[in-house]
């Protein structure tokens, strides 16, 4: 049985345990937090450090972005935590890089250029949760029409939408 009890919070203590992780040592300069629970890794970084952060994953030999995803915490502050799933086959190993984004600025850098799957997953939380992807080569809604009002994932967003 999972006992909590067992997770590692706060960089120094999972940096610590695991000073051998290629992503620690990669990151190790980059992040502002991090968590150590189930066998999975989870290192957050700052916004401004985002392509930077990716990049040292890719070298550290995480070759593959599985997934770009959001998710709004609405109403506490940071609303938004963007959230990189990162695979490496040859570690066989999963990375999970979070970025925090205030409520009232949600952008960050896109990851295109680091990684050029990331498109549609960025268009997607774009569509939905509204965080906007500087640099994007093609940011524009994937899922509603181009004409639609307000995201949905949000959670004030209205249940019936706006009418």
Known sequence: MYDPATALTGTEAVFAAHPDNPAVKALSALATDAKYDRA??????????????????????????ETVTAVDWYPSEPRFHVTYHILSHSLKQRLRLVVRLNGEDPSIDSIVTVWPSANFYEREVFDLFGVHFGGHPNLRRIMLPEDWNGHPLRKDYPVEGYR
């Open 40 to 65: 999975e890794l989870t290192i957050t970084v700052a916004r401004e450090n985002v392509i930077a952060a990716c990049q040292a994953a890719q070298q550290a030999g995480y070759n593959f972005l």
